[in-house]
């Protein structure tokens, strides 16, 4: 079974003159299995008989049933417009990772297969634990244990190709790599995390590396594979008869039985148990389908008629309405309607579109008065997913007695065609409307509104001209640049707050470091994060570092980290400055990890260019034995908190973040963990190293009363402001209260209400920060619609919010008087008054409207 995941992407579309159209435009349908086939049918009896031949006509009969034709002759003289858009999708395929661990064929050793039964060029990134290191660290297998084709990747861990291995017990081809291993050698676990190099995308065991533990003391965790050993051995069918059928292998190193314990560790007892396991994943594939639109005016009734034609193999149904205005504004139109249509909340109707005959995807006819002037719509796909025009309705112009043309225009090809077709059409308009007032003055009895009103609709068709002009712009033109040079920081820009009008993207994930090439993953999307209206990105942490995130830093200065080395840093923050995107480094100033034990065994003396020992480290943290002075903060007790009280460490710090500044360009910081030390040495920092923009981790956890989130968090926001006013203003911080709320106490955002919370923070005063993996999915659209709406009416920092309503189902607010927004099912719409307010964005639960 097939999903479709939201991507309102549509890169190409051709708009032909009818009259010099090609004679056939052949498409490239996408084959999957869909429902049979339906009967075309309509209980309307108002659909149109076109005498002269067309592509696609509708006939009705006596029994007021209409039909499709289709017919090979040329477009009627009667088609008003013809429009072919190109829509890319993705596609979710559904597939399994299968996990074995049985006896091999030298009965000596043990394997492990790892296998996908999906198309693609499947990679299994992969490490080792040994018994005496069980961190979370991965380490490289032994030589002997590496299958061939394997690539060592630093010095932690290995990738292997999948090779097309024979059909499974359920007849599908399977990708699949094998690993010997000595059940005897020194192996605690073995760590994995699949990748496609199709797609580059990583698959994880509930977002987490998939582990094969071998010691009983590691069968605990959610990411452990073959936990309940012994059952499931097969799969499918025969997974019925494994209690019955098949004995459970079970093998103990040598000179050891089942529960005798490892020597020399503390370690539980090993034992190895073959099983079989399965994991639903389902993979994202890009699909190309085409979707084609037409406009006949019939000659009878004087109706138009939009005729939609989609090679989508799936359910489609359109959301449609009509519009009177060049605003758009969504009507419903009077009946009757096309089958299978039904009324959404009186604002718009749905429509099911009907299968073609051959199966092939679908079509669909509406027939319109002539009153309205154009045809709005999106798609609704079976999976609740939606398509619409690059982040808008799809909009169809339809022929009027004010945009019909006198007569035909001269003969052109090509996209000048397109253009001017376009824009006479709207010049026509402008010219009719010109002409109403002309003889709106020679009539005694005008009246002031009157005129009014036209002027408004000559201000809304010249605004429309303007966006069309617009639009045919390449996205890099001289002004764009102009406009970005004009917004990189000065030299000596040194509040650290830079100009309000930033907007931030984290350029990585928990997983970016896994690749081992983030840095110049991340090169390759500098332009288009650019192009997206991002003018600030947030790196990961630079230093080597003992977690391979970033966040355990050990030697400061040595910047070869899991994302890339110091050349690739470097090169990144350039290419960012060429596109003009400020670069902020992630600086973790609250602790750092030691290098040497002392004489008591505690890692607390460093190593590398700042050798401190243990008077750099804070007195009141017991698990390290500091010798500095009590901490000016709360201490995180996973690695020693550095004392800041010290002249020696301010020094040290103040030219390890100048260093990076001149070294690598760093525009700014993201500073870890703020909450561990008094923000007054923060202000020394950034006085030192003035950044352009600064902004503070303070994670404190929210108010709670018998488990249940305070309403009230008042104190919790007042903590983060006392931070900010200990440093003096120098430095932002994240608004981990709003953020807290917003999750409604989960650890991640509510699943499917991410674009809730975009819609509010990128409405509202802040600056506001976008993920990374959100900016590259479905949700892509609507983000950079919400992106270049923030930009459009200039909110800012401090920009004033007005509460409109706050109830359990909704939530609205008014920005600047510029922008209304509504997050919640319930409903709210912008009080009229002096402002005439616009709908401008829709999405899942919630709306924004502009003042016009």
Same mark, same amino acid.
């Given at each position: ?430 010219? +009719? *409307?010109? &002409? ?7 009539? /005694? #009895?005008?009246? !002031?509104?009157?005129? $009014? ?104 200065? +040595? *910047?070869? &980290? ?7 840093? /470097? #090169?990144?923050? !350039?290419?960012?400055? $060429? ?274």
């Amino acid at each position: 079974m097939s999903a479709v995941a939201l991507e309102p992407l549509l890169h190409k579309s051709y708009r032909q003159n009818p009259r010099f159209r090609p004679r056939s435009l052949k498409t490239k349908h996408f084959s999957l299995s869909c429902s049979s086939n339906k009967r075309l049918s309509n209980s309307s009896s108002t659909f149109c008989n076109f005498k002269t031949p067309i592509v696609h006509s509708a006939k009705a009969t006596s029994t007021d049933t209409a039909f499709l034709e289709t017919q090979e002759n040329e477009t009627s003289s009667d088609t008003f417009f013809k429009e072919t858009f190109h829509l890319k999708r993705i596609q979710k395929v559904e597939g399994k990772i299968s996990v074995r661990l049985r006896r091999g064929d030298d009965k000596e050793k043990w394997q492990l297969s790892v296998g996908c039964n999906l198309h693609g060029n499947w990679i299994l990134h992969w490490g080792v634990n040994y018994i005496d290191d069980v961190g979370s660290e991965w380490d490289q297998p032994p030589l002997e244990m590496r299958p061939a084709g394997s690539v060592p990747i630093k010095d932690y861990a290995i990738e292997t190709p999948l090779t097309k291995s024979s059909l499974d017990l359920e007849g599908e081809m399977l990708h699949e790599v094998k690993i010997d291993f000595n059940p005897d050698s020194e192996i605690a676990a073995i760590n994995f995390v699949l990748k496609d190099e199709e797609t580059g995308s990583w698959y994880q065991h509930r977002g987490r590396d998939f582990k094969v533990p071998f010691l009983d003391y590691l069968h605990h965790g959610s990411n452990v594979v073959g936990a309940k050993r012994g059952f499931g051995i097969w799969p499918g069918a025969l997974g019925q008869l494994s209690n019955i059928l098949i004995k459970t292998e079970v093998s103990s190193p040598k000179g050891q039985d089942g529960g005798s314990e490892i020597s020399g560790s503390d370690m539980q007892s090993r034992r190895f148990e073959g099983f079989y396991e399965e994991y639903a994943i389902v993979k994202e594939v890009p699909v190309d389908n085409t979707l084609s639109i037409s406009v006949n005016k019939c000659p009878e009734t004087a109706k138009n008629n939009v005729y939609l034609e989609t090679d989508i193999p799936e359910d489609v149904v359109v959301h449609w309405g009509v519009c009177k205005g060049t605003d758009k504004k969504w009507y419903i139109p009077p009946g009757p309607y096309p089958p299978e249509t039904k009324a959404f909340k009186n604002k718009a109707l749905r429509t099911q579109l009907q299968f073609k005959e051959d199966g092939l995807g679908s079509w669909g006819s509406f027939t319109l008065d002539e009153e309205f002037i154009g045809f709005l719509f999106v798609l609704k796909l079976s999976d609740n997913s939606w398509l619409n025009d690059k982040g808008s309705d799809f909009y169809v112009p339809l022929p009027s007695s004010g945009n019909l043309p006198a007569s035909s225009p001269p003969q052109v090809s090509g996209e000048e065609t397109d253009q001017r077709a376009y824009t006479d059409e709207i010049i026509n308009e402008i010219r +009719n *409307l010109v &002409s109403d007032i002309s003889l709106e003055k020679s009539r /005694k #009895a005008k009246t !002031k509104e009157a005129q $009014e009103s036209i002027l408004q609709e000559i201000e809304k068709l010249a605004a429309e001209a303007y966006s069309i002009f617009r639009s045919s712009i390449p996205t890099f033109t001289e002004a764009t640049v102009a406009e970005l040079e004009t917004q990189k920081p000065p030299a000596k820009f040194c509040s650290g707050t830079g100009t309000g009008f930033e907007i931030l993207c984290q350029g990585f994930n928990w997983e970016s470091h896994k690749s081992g090439r983030w840095y110049m993953e991340l090169y390759e999307k500098a332009e288009e994060l650019s192009s997206l209206g991002f003018t600030v990105v947030w790196l990961p942490p630079p230093t080597e570092s003992v977690s391979p995130e970033g966040y355990m830093p050990k030697d400061l200065y +040595n *910047l070869n &980290s899991r994302y890339g080395n110091i050349e690739e840093l /470097k #090169a990144l923050v !350039k290419r960012f400055h $060429e596109v003009g995107i400020i670069v902020l480094g992630d600086v973790v100033l609250n602790h750092r990890c030691a290098h040497y034990q002392n004489k008591n065994g505690v890692w607390n003396i460093f190593g590398g260019r700042l050798n401190w020992d243990d008077c750099a480290i804070v007195a009141d943290d017991p698990h390290f034995q500091g010798r500095g002075n009590k901490s000016s903060g709360d201490n995180f007790h996973a690695a020693p908190n550095i004392d800041h009280s010290q002249d020696f460490v301010r020094k040290d710090i103040k030219e390890w973040l100048c260093w990076l500044r001149e070294e690598i360009g760093y525009d700014g910081w993201r500073l870890d963990f703020v909450r561990g030390f008094w923000g007054g040495y923060v202000k020394d920092y950034l006085d030192a190293s003035e950044p352009y923009f600064a902004v503070g981790e303070y994670w404190d956890s929210l108010g709670y009363t018998y488990g249940e989130m305070d309403h009230n968090q008042d104190a919790h926001r007042q903590r983060i402001i006392d931070w900010i006013n200990a440093a003096s203003g120098t430095a932002g911080a994240f608004d981990v209260t709003t953020k807290g709320i917003l999750h409604s106490g989960h650890w991640r955002f509510p699943s499917g209400k991410e674009m809730q919370g975009y819609a509010y923070i990128l409405t509202h005063p802040g600056t506001p920060s976008v993920f990374y993996d959100h900016i590259f999915s479905h949700y892509k659209s609507e983000i950079l619609a919400l992106i270049s709406l923030r930009n459009r009416n200039k909110i800012h920092c401090r920009s004033t919010v007005k509460i409109a309503k706050a109830e359990s189902d909704v939530y609205a607010a008014i920005i600047d008087e510029k922008v209304a927004v509504k997050i919640g099912p319930g409903h709210f719409e912008p009080p009229s008054g002096s402002q005439n307010w616009s709908f401008a964005i829709e999405g899942k639960d919630y709306k924004v409207w502009e003042a016009s």
